[in-house]
């Protein structure tokens, strides 16, 4: 089955700043899609982006970018020029393309965006 | 605006009691999910419909059960309520199959069992 496992329950960045958020997953298969999800304190679940196991480009989206090392089974969530409004839970997601095609979450990483 | 209704968006209950939860999905998706989030906990998988069938279960209790309508909404039947039941309960859609497409989150029902 697969797993996906965020390291790092809590981080900090100073405003302007950037910052790196881990995600870790397991699963045997090839072909695969990975998301990052942002939950504000609203608590909506926001999608950030999204990247294709496929494709070896490193998605971007604006401020947000991802480095995606498929060998490793890691996607870690770069935000660059943090912004005060950036302060929410994050989320790493894996969807399976055979089965179920079933989400699968991590357990997040709160980030603190400091004035 | 996701185009995943839930409703209600907040439910207060005493423990024992039975509760029903509605979703209606995006128009056009076709695969319906249920999550729930305790406090500041990541999102567990409960259910996965996938055009009025069960697709997948996760850890879903033996006291909640579901179902996905011939109209593609979905109800989440929660039973015998506990106070750990207590959570926000999210309903997610998505087109479905192997397209690259997310997952499409309604606001969440926060569930409070006193």
């Known amino acids: 089955a697969q797993t996906v496992t965020q390291s790092q329950p809590e981080m900090s960045v100073q405003e302007a700043e950037t910052v790196t958020l881990s995600c870790t997953y397991d699963t045997s298969e090839s072909d695969y899609y990975l998301f990052w999800y942002k939950q504000p304190p609203s608590r909506q679940m926001i999608l950030v982006i999204r990247q294709e196991a496929y494709k070896q480009q490193n998605a971007t989206e604006n401020r947000f970018s991802v480095n995606f090392q498929k060998a490793a089974k890691s996607f870690s969530l770069k935000i660059s020029d943090s912004q005060l409004g950036d302060a929410a839970m994050y989320f790493c997601a894996y969807r399976s393309l055979s089965g179920t095609y079933k989400y699968i979450f991590g357990t997040g990483t709160r980030l603190k965006v400091l004035a | 605006d996701s185009g995943v209704t839930q409703t209600p968006k907040h439910l207060i209950t005493a423990t024992g009691q039975r509760v029903t939860l509605r979703c209606s999905p995006r128009?056009?998706?076709?695969?319906v999910y249920w999550y729930q989030q305790s406090l500041d906990q990541g999102l567990q998988f409960l259910i996965q419909?996938?055009?009025?069938?069960?697709?997948a279960k996760g850890n879903i209790l033996e006291r909640f059960s579901a179902q996905q309508f011939p109209d593609l909404h979905s109800e989440l039947n929660l039973s015998s309520l506990e106070l750990g039941d207590s959570a926000l309960y999210f309903c997610?859609?998505?087109?479905?199959?192997?397209?690259?497409?997310?997952?499409?989150f309604g606001q969440g029902t926060r569930l409070t069992v006193v």
């Open positions: 128009s056009g998706d076709l695969s």
């Open positions: 419909y996938y055009n009025g069938e069960e697709r």
């Open positions: 997610a859609s998505s087109v479905g199959g192997t397209g690259l497409t997310e997952a499409f």
